[in-house]
């Protein structure tokens, strides 16, 4: 075993909670029972790492085995670092029939036309994702496997998840997927988030929505002493039609985990009280504005149910569930850079 | 109510009693039979009938001073790099600041600051021993405190000399040239303090109500406590309010013609669950259009102003934030309102609700001390 996968194994011990290490090597499958029984988790994270690097040892494992190991725990343990979502484009004739073995042979071949040094590990996941791990070198040094790039893709579906990504392997990575899932081109989907499970319910609309209906409130008569009824009952109703629009366009029960949103605003200055800025020539306010929480689905759809923010819900916030995105840039007349968004006029 | 006798001892015990302790701390000894008329009385009063006709509010018999002022001068240029030493300047942007205010020092002096020196690290050294302070650094390291008086740091002739602290610490085992590291630091200013309130203050009191600290809270509560030992006084947590933050928003933003301010970040919060964080930047030159339309026009203010700049009415301030808050309203239909700002920043610096302040260009120090310093004396519970 050679010095950079001793090292890896050591991070990767260190860096997994002792109860969690101990499932992913029984997922693993690898260690005999004894081997299994020999490592003991109530033991300090050197100890056990120890007994590993003796295990591992004994059977002559390599950085190949290591790597099996951290990304068994990756795929269990995804929310670790931003994930970026992509879209491929225009798919071939054949884009559907592109199945594993294919996808795992081309995407290796490619990868490895593109770049000298790689180390490309691809693993299929039960919920029918392909788990890529990505160790990228160059043409001069090894692969660097304690950075790895991940990259999750559902087979016949555009979608591609990636974290850890620098920019200039960016294009390496997009030219593999297009060949390999044979489609024309990939986007910027505009949607990143902490949770993978979270942007990929997203933007495939995996998660409990509501579609709009006029349905009759379901008040019950409140207690006839109330000083003024009418009054209540038409703040009930009006409380209960934000909330029924907030559902709409944020969704019912629990949402999809968003961390933020950004919206880049390239408008016109309106406001009828300020004329200076209203009319000046053609120049947009330029502003960035950034909505953050541990939930942000939830908080507005809280801001729009209390009131804080009006209903309807504004397109720019609904388009958040409904185009499965968090990166806006919007202009007034909607040709901007490649990801603008028409401004509602009011 | 019944606290306020145990006011009368001198106090240097704790600050959750600064309260009714109030009244004590300005007022001289002998004063004690005025304040016991007031012991049944409400806070307010005991604040009126100690200070009387000698209040800062001078004429004023409201409390209209207990808010901020609805109008200050516009940020002037104050080119302080000459007349502060720049090692101290320099020491007073690199750091953020934890705020609070202090009441009046009795008998402080600041041609004592050698002996202050002298006796703190005494204080922090015995401290220490009583296993206060050991967790700060390792036990065989010393503390040596300097005092030092920053001149030229001041807005007019009544505010008192600001005073800086600075606590290094070495190691025992040291050899005697070897570098001293700067674990602490903190200050006590007052910068155009209101002259009514300051003329007010009998003889052997100072007032540097805006102290500043950063470094270990163990050592800045030992700092406090040396001070309320000594000086009579008690600290207190000082907030940058929303109004304060709203006043940074629109000082910082009118100085981008002379100093670009990059940019201009506002952060909300709003009260949903779970919390919900909206960070706004502005472009600076948008933001200082905008703060130039909401500007009353020249004509209207009194011609004697315009040499020394115009002056700033709060009323342009909340219509500089009502401007702000349309153009969001008018994308998001959220009304930021409904939330309270947290936190603004420029290139000049950066404020915190929760009283943390960064100033990073020594020409606009003194505007943005001004108001501190009066958030301070508003604050203070006398």
Same mark, same amino acid.
């Given at each position: 075993?050679?010095?950079?996968?001793?090292?890896?194994?050591?991070?990767?011990?260190?860096?997994?909670?002792?109860?969690?290490?101990?499932?992913? +090597?029984?997922?693993?499958?690898?260690?005999?029972?004894?081997?299994?029984?020999? $490592?003991?988790?109530?033991?300090?994270?050197?100890?056990?790492?120890?007994?590993?690097?003796?295990?591992?040892?004994?059977?002559?494992?390599?950085?190949?085995?290591?790597?099996?190991?951290?990304?068994?725990?990756?795929?269990?343990?995804?929310?670790?670092?931003?994930?970026?979502?992509?879209?491929?484009?225009?798919?071939?004739?054949?884009?559907?029939?592109?199945?594993?073995?294919?996808?795992?042979?081309?995407?290796?071949?490619?990868?490895?036309?593109?770049?000298?040094?790689?180390?490309?590990?691809?693993?299929?996941?039960?919920?029918?994702?392909?788990?890529?791990?990505?160790?990228?070198?160059?043409?001069?040094?090894?692969?660097?496997?304690?950075?790895?790039?991940?990259?999750?893709?559902?087979?016949?579906?555009?979608?591609?998840?990636?974290?850890?990504?620098?920019?200039?392997?960016?294009?390496?990575?997009?030219?593999?997927?297009?060949?390999?899932?044979?489609?024309?081109?990939?986007?910027?989907?505009?949607? !990143?988030?902490?949770?993978?499970?979270?942007?990929?319910?997203?933007?495939?609309?995996?998660?409990?929505?509501?579609?709009?209906?006029?349905?009759?409130?379901?008040?019950?008569?409140?207690?006839?002493?109330?000083? *003024?009824?009418?009054?209540?009952?038409?703040?009930?109703?009006?409380?209960?039609?934000?909330?029924?629009?907030?559902?709409?366009?944020?969704?019912?029960?629990?949402?999809?985990?968003?961390?933020?949103?950004?919206?880049?605003?390239?408008?016109?200055?309106?406001?009828?009280?300020?004329?200076?800025?209203?009319?000046?020539?053609?120049?947009?306010?330029?502003?960035?504005?950034?909505?953050?929480?541990?939930?942000?689905?939830?908080?507005?759809?809280?801001?729009?149910?209390?009131?804080?923010?009006?209903?309807?819900?504004?397109?720019?916030?609904?388009? #958040?569930?409904?185009?499965? &995105? *968090?990166?806006?840039?919007?202009?007034?007349?909607?040709?901007?850079?490649?990801?603008?968004?028409?401004?509602?006029?009011? | 109510?019944?606290?306020? $006798?145990?006011?009368?001892?001198?106090?240097?015990?704790?600050?959750?009693?600064?309260?009714?302790?109030?009244?004590?701390?300005?007022?001289?000894?002998?004063?004690?039979?005025?304040?016991?008329?007031?012991?049944?009385?409400?806070?307010?009063?005991?604040?009126?009938?100690?200070?009387?006709?000698? !209040?800062?509010?001078?004429?004023?018999?409201?409390?209209?001073?207990?808010?901020?002022?609805?109008?200050?001068?516009?940020?002037?240029?104050?080119?302080?790099?000459?007349? $502060?030493?720049?090692?101290?300047?320099?020491?007073?942007?690199?750091?953020?600041?934890?705020?609070?205010?202090?009441?009046?020092?009795?008998?402080?002096?600041?041609?004592?600051?050698?002996?202050?020196?002298?006796?703190?690290?005494?204080?922090?050294?015995?401290?220490?021993?009583?296993?206060?302070?050991?967790?700060?650094?390792?036990?065989?390291?010393?503390?040596?405190?300097?005092?030092?008086?920053?001149?030229?740091?001041?807005?007019?002739?009544?505010?008192?000399?600001?005073?800086?602290?600075?606590?290094?610490?070495?190691?025992?085992?040291? &050899?005697?040239?070897?570098?001293?590291?700067?674990?602490?630091?903190?200050?006590?200013?007052?910068?155009?303090?209101?002259?009514?309130?300051?003329?007010?203050?009998?003889?052997?009191?100072?007032?540097?109500?805006?102290?500043?600290? !950063?470094?270990?809270?163990?050592?800045?509560?030992?700092?406090?406590?040396?001070?309320?030992?000594?000086?009579?006084?008690?600290?207190?947590?000082?907030?940058?309010?929303?109004?304060? +933050?709203?006043?940074?928003?629109?000082?910082?933003?009118?100085?981008?013609?002379?100093?670009?301010?990059?940019?201009?970040?506002?952060?909300?919060?709003?009260? $949903?669950?779970?919390?919900?964080?909206?960070?706004?930047?502005?472009?600076?030159?948008?933001?200082?259009?905008?703060?130039?339309?909401?500007?009353?026009?020249?004509?209207?203010?009194?011609?004697?102003?315009?040499?020394?700049?115009?002056?700033?009415?709060? %009323? %342009?301030?909340?219509?500089?934030?009502?401007?702000?808050?349309?153009?969001?309203? &008018?994308?998001?239909?959220?009304?930021?309102?409904?939330?309270?700002?947290?936190?603004?920043?420029?290139?000049?610096?950066?404020?915190?609700?929760?009283?943390?302040?960064? #100033?990073?260009?020594?020409?606009?120090?003194?505007?943005?001390?001004?108001?501190?310093?009066?958030?301070?004396?508003?604050?203070?519970?006398?």
């Amino acid at each position: 075993m050679d010095d950079l996968s001793r090292r890896l194994l050591q991070r990767l011990v260190r860096r997994i909670p002792a109860q969690a290490l101990k499932t992913t +090597l029984g997922k693993w499958d690898r260690l005999t029972a004894a081997q299994r029984q020999s $490592v003991d988790f109530t033991q300090p994270k050197w100890t056990i790492t120890e007994t590993l690097l003796a295990i591992f040892e004994e059977n002559e494992w390599t950085m190949k085995h290591v790597t099996e190991l951290e990304m068994i725990h990756i795929i269990d343990n995804p929310n670790q670092g931003m994930w970026y979502a992509f879209q491929l484009m225009d798919p071939e004739d054949d884009a559907k029939s592109v199945e594993l073995t294919q996808f795992k042979e081309q995407f290796k071949a490619h990868l490895s036309e593109l770049v000298r040094h790689v180390s490309v590990k691809i693993k299929k996941h039960t919920d029918e994702a392909v788990w890529i791990r990505i160790a990228w070198g160059d043409s001069f040094s090894r692969p660097n496997h304690m950075k790895p790039t991940y990259v999750v893709h559902h087979l016949q579906t555009p979608y591609v998840f990636v974290t850890s990504l620098t920019s200039k392997q960016k294009p390496l990575l997009s030219q593999a997927l297009i060949l390999s899932t044979r489609h024309q081109g990939i986007k910027d989907a505009n949607l !990143s988030g902490r949770k993978l499970a979270a942007i990929r319910d997203l933007l495939m609309k995996q998660y409990q929505q509501v579609f709009p209906t006029k349905y009759p409130g379901t008040l019950t008569e409140k207690n006839q002493t109330v000083s *003024n009824p009418r009054i209540e009952r038409e703040q009930a109703e009006l409380g209960e039609n934000r909330f029924q629009m907030a559902c709409e366009a944020f969704g019912d029960g629990m949402l999809p985990q968003l961390q933020s949103a950004i919206y880049k605003l390239e408008t016109k200055f309106r406001d009828h009280t300020n004329k200076t800025m209203t009319e000046r020539e053609e120049l947009p306010f330029k502003c960035v504005v950034k909505f953050s929480s541990t939930n942000l689905l939830e908080s507005l759809r809280e801001c729009a149910a209390s009131g804080i923010a009006s209903t309807p819900v504004t397109p720019l916030l609904s388009s #958040i569930p409904l185009k499965g &995105r *968090n990166y806006f840039v919007i202009t007034d007349n909607g040709l901007g850079p490649s990801s603008q968004t028409n401004q509602p006029q009011n | 109510m019944f606290k306020i $006798v145990s006011g009368f001892v001198r106090y240097n015990t704790t600050i959750r009693m600064e309260r009714q302790h109030s009244s004590v701390v300005r007022t001289p000894l002998d004063s004690v039979k005025v304040q016991r008329r007031s012991k049944s009385r409400s806070y307010r009063q005991s604040y009126r009938s100690c200070l009387g006709a000698a !209040s800062r509010l001078g004429s004023t018999p409201a409390f209209t001073a207990r808010r901020l002022n609805t109008s200050r001068k516009a940020p002037k240029l104050h080119n302080i790099t000459e007349k $502060v030493n720049a090692e101290q300047l320099a020491l007073l942007m690199k750091s953020e600041w934890k705020l609070s205010y202090v009441t009046p020092l009795y008998q402080f002096r600041h041609t004592q600051l050698k002996s202050y020196s002298r006796q703190l690290s005494a204080f922090i050294a015995a401290e220490k021993q009583q296993g206060l302070a050991v967790e700060v650094e390792g036990s065989q390291n010393s503390f040596r405190v300097s005092f030092s008086a920053v001149q030229g740091m001041a807005g007019t002739d009544d505010d008192a000399e600001t005073v800086l602290i600075q606590i290094h610490s070495k190691s025992i085992f040291a &050899r005697q040239d070897e570098h001293q590291r700067l674990i602490w630091s903190g200050w006590l200013t007052c910068i155009n303090g209101n002259p009514d309130y300051l003329r007010s203050l009998p003889k052997d009191f100072i007032c540097l109500p805006l102290f500043g600290s !950063s470094g270990s809270e163990v050592l800045t509560s030992s700092v406090q406590s040396w001070f309320q030992q000594n000086f009579d006084c008690c600290f207190g947590p000082l907030e940058i309010s929303h109004t304060s +933050l709203q006043w940074l928003v629109a000082l910082w933003t009118n100085c981008h013609t002379e100093s670009n301010i990059q940019h201009l970040k506002m952060i909300w919060s709003i009260p $949903v669950v779970p919390p919900l964080q909206i960070t706004y930047t502005v472009n600076p030159q948008d933001a200082w259009d905008l703060w130039n339309s909401v500007r009353k026009s020249p004509q209207e203010e009194k011609e004697t102003e315009e040499e020394e700049g115009r002056s700033i009415d709060i %009323e %342009e301030v909340m219509q500089f934030m009502q401007g702000l808050k349309s153009h969001f309203y &008018r994308h998001f239909r959220l009304d930021l309102s409904a939330g309270s700002l947290k936190q603004v920043s420029t290139a000049l610096g950066s404020a915190k609700y929760n009283g943390r302040i960064k #100033i990073s260009n020594s020409k606009y120090m003194i505007t943005t001390l001004t108001l501190l310093t009066e958030g301070a004396l508003l604050k203070m519970p006398i």
